[in-house]
T-cell receptor, first 113, second 113 residues
Framework: DQQVKQNSPSLSVQEGRISILNCDYTNSMFDYFLWYKKYPAEGPTFLISISSIKDKNEDGRFTVFLNKSAKHLSLHIVPSQPGDSAVYFC????????????FGTGTRLQVTL | EAQVTQNPRYLITVTGKKLTVTCSQNMNHEYMSWYRQDPGLGLRQIYY???????DKGDVPEGYKVSRKEKRNFPLILESPSPNQTSLYFCASSRRDVQETQYFGPGTRLLVL
């Protein structure tokens, strides 16, 4: 049972435009959400996170939005750059427990020139 | 440099031949974890460790063993590998109180024939 879902396996965006990556979750106990970025032949690296008490968190070109009622979060990248081409994983966590990150299946973003 | 290292990076083996993938971190992190990444399934946790001598199963522990005798090391052992364990494996570590921002190793690609 996939508790964290990324329904778009791939996304292609032109350089300078906005990239929007989506993620849905089913477990209402999740209270912390993260995005990880992964380049080929490397491990995932933490990108940005959001607590369930917020609906938006911004870090430079990256913004994560959380809609708790819809159990949906999205990552916006503005403007997109070729170096953003990577696989993006959404992940969720129940804080305060001996818990684990539950990852989505990933979305491959390609930013074209 | 703060890092998580894994060895080997690539491994081809045959069914039933025991193998160990090593993982080491130099950040004095309490929490360590192993994941496998498979197409369409994202990252799934195999085992995790909250501290020395404390380990627990993740989502897909069957066919794997781990040990945590020292804080910095968390080896993954496949006693009798099978072809369905062909995968990309990642080790990760974090501070116990900040598990969300896990640091990942570069990955080990395993092929079991």
């Amino acid at each position: 049972d996939q508790q964290v879902k990324q329904n778009s396996p791939s996304l292609s965006v032109q350089e300078g435009r906005i990239s929007i990556l989506n993620c849905d979750y089913t477990n209402s106990m999740f209270d912390y959400f993260l995005w990880y970025k992964k380049y080929p032949a490397e491990g995932p690296t933490f990108l940005i996170s959001i607590s369930s008490i917020k609906d938006k968190n911004e870090d430079g070109r990256f913004t994560v939005f959380l809609n708790k009622s819809a159990k949906h979060l999205s990552l916006h990248i503005v403007p997109s750059q070729p170096g953003d081409s990577a696989v993006y994983f959404c992940a969720a966590l129940i804080t305060g427990t001996a818990s684990k990150l539950t990852f989505g299946t990933g979305t491959r973003l390609q930013v074209t020139l | 440099e703060a890092q998580v290292t894994q060895n080997p990076r690539y491994l081809i083996t045959v069914t039933g031949k025991k193998l160990t993938v090593t993982c080491s971190q130099n950040m004095n992190h309490e929490y360590m974890s192993w994941y496998r990444q498979d197409p369409g399934l994202g990252l799934r946790q195999i085992y995790y460790s909250m501290n020395v001598e404390v380990t627990d199963k993740g989502d897909v522990p069957e066919g794997y063993k781990v040990s945590r005798k020292e804080k910095r090391n968390f080896p993954l052992i496949l006693e009798s590998p099978s072809p369905n364990q062909t995968s990309l494996y990642f080790c990760a570590s974090s501070r116990r109180d900040v598990q969300e921002t896990q640091y990942f190793g570069p990955g080990t690609r395993l092929l079991v024939l």
